[in-house]
């Protein structure tokens, strides 16, 4: 399985980016996608997660109200819009897959699959 991400870059804050996550050997449909981020000296976080199945999302209390996930199952793709950025944003952005029960699709531990990340700097 090979998770690639794009769409970091620098923006100012208030600005909006999209992040893209594609999935090559990983069937969307039958698992979860997340994404998580981790910021210079900081634990890597759960940002958002969805899991296509059971159409269930999940989003950081941090995150919610300004960063949507969504997937496309035909590109076994899936995506961060996030809006409204803070310079507390500014982090690596990692995507995951795996298999993931209900209780651990905001856990690390819920994916078996990441991509390389993704900087996302959010500065004027």
């Known amino acids: 399985v090979q998770l690639v991400e794009s769409g970091g870059d620098l923006v100012q804050p208030g600005g909006s980016l999209r992040l893209s996550c594609a999935a090559s050997?990983?069937?969307?449909?039958?698992?979860?996608m997340a994404w998580f981020r981790q910021a210079p000296g900081k634990e890597r976080e759960f940002v958002a997660a969805i899991r296509r199945s059971q159409s269930t999302i999940y989003y950081a209390d941090s995150v919610k109200g300004r960063f949507a996930i969504s997937g496309n199952s035909a590109k076994n793709t899936v995506y961060l819009q996030m809006n409204s950025l803070k310079s507390e944003d500014t982090a690596v952005y990692f995507c995951?897959?795996?298999?993931?029960?209900?209780?651990?699709?905001?856990?690390?531990?819920?994916?078996?699959?990441w991509g390389q990340g993704t900087q996302v700097t959010v500065s004027s």
């Open positions: 050997e990983f069937t969307f449909n039958n698992g979860g």
């Open positions: 995951a897959a795996g298999y993931p029960i209900t209780s651990s699709l905001r856990s690390r531990d819920g994916y078996r699959f």
